[in-house]
């Protein structure tokens, strides 16, 4: 069984920035994802990195949020910058099925509790 725990989520003002990460329970060779969730909305991919270092951005984020991964602690992490005022929500990681994977929910079988970003203007 796979346990991935996110943190470093929190309260932070418009334009800063905030880095999440996501510590998984033994060694993981899969693609590991990032995810969101705010109040009333459906769970929104971000970003994906294969174990390589491959990575894939949602355009809502590209340029202002960076996924990297530390494989020898097992850790992923959300890099945001610049973060809006709409980036509040619950941030999730999630591992990949395979090797890739890319913004479909469905192609992650792990997914963590999530920690709470809440941006203040």
């Known amino acids: 069984q796979v346990q991935l725990v996110e943190s470093g989520g929190g309260l932070v003002q418009a334009g800063g920035s905030l880095r999440l990460s996501c510590a998984a329970s033994?060694?993981?060779?899969?693609?590991m994802g990032w995810f969101r969730q705010a109040p009333e909305k459906e769970r929104e991919f971000l970003a994906a990195?294969?174990?390589?270092?491959?990575?894939v951005y949602a355009d809502s984020v590209k340029g202002r949020f960076t996924v990297s991964r530390d494989n020898a602690k097992n850790t992923v992490y959300l890099q945001m910058n610049n973060v809006h005022i709409e980036d509040t929500a619950v941030y999730y990681c999630?591992?990949?099925?395979?090797?890739?994977?890319?913004?479909?929910?469905?192609?992650?079988?792990?997914w963590g509790q999530g920690t709470q970003v809440t941006v203040s203007s």
């Open positions: 990195m294969t174990w390589s270092g491959t990575t």
């Open positions: 033994g060694r993981t060779f899969f693609a």
């Open positions: 999630a591992r990949g099925r395979g090797m890739l994977a890319g913004s479909a929910e469905n192609e992650y079988d792990y």
